[in-house]
């Protein structure tokens, strides 16, 4: 087990526990201030998606940010259990777990989202697979992450607006395409 560090909103520098689960790599600590200062530093009234939780740090960070829901996907029993450990630490009453399949959830809810974090295990196919359902699960003016292992120039219906790189991390911002 390791810990990470809650970089900005009301938790700041709290740590949350991360379990050793095959595939689960926490999102930097330079990525996620990247990603935060293109989202904005505050996320208040926002709704949030975290389709592939893991150690749920940026879920956790959009719940610090005043997000006002955040919905965290993990289908790990051991992942799950260390990212209800830490919403009860963190008293985060705005996090709902779900534990389940990113791919199955993305295809059957109704529900739209103003923030979609996308950080699936690499060289798995998961982008590929849950790319098409994005535009559909994005509310008016949301924006969807993507984090993967290689650059992803375009998504269908989407529009890429910031990119960059840190290390083997290849990071995406997009918007629904006019």
């Known amino acids: 087990m390791s810990r ?3 970089i900005g909103g009301a938790w700041r520098s709290r740590l949350i526990d991360v ?3 095959k595939g689960l790599r926490p999102t930097p600590d330079r990525v ?3 990603l935060f200062n293109w989202l904005g530093q505050e996320l208040d009234g926002k709704t949030c998606l975290d389709l592939f939780a893991g150690s749920g740090v940026l879920g956790f960070e959009a719940a610090s940010r005043g997000a006002a829901g955040v919905t965290m996907i993990e289908q790990d029993a ?3 259990a260390a990212l209800q450990a830490n919403a009860k630490t963190l008293q985060a009453t705005c996090v709902q777990l779900v534990r389940g399949d990113a791919l199955n ?4 809810t109704k529900q739209t989202f103003d923030v979609i974090f996308v950080d699936p295990p690499y060289r798995a196919g998961w982008i590929e697979r849950i790319a098409p359902l994005l535009p559909g699960l994005l509310a008016d003016g949301g924006l969807a992450y993507v ?3 290689h650059k992803i120039d375009n998504i269908d219906r989407l529009t890429r607006i910031k990119h960059g790189t840190a ?3 290849y990071y995406h911002l997009f918007a629904r395409a006019e």
């Open 4 to 6: 990470i560090r809650i």
């Open 19 to 21: 379990r050793t689960v």
């Open 32 to 34: 996620r201030e990247t």
């Open 78 to 80: 051991v992942a799950l």
């Open 105 to 108: 959830f993305a295809r059957s």
């Open 147 to 149: 984090e993967a292992e």
């Open 167 to 169: 290390g083997q991390v």
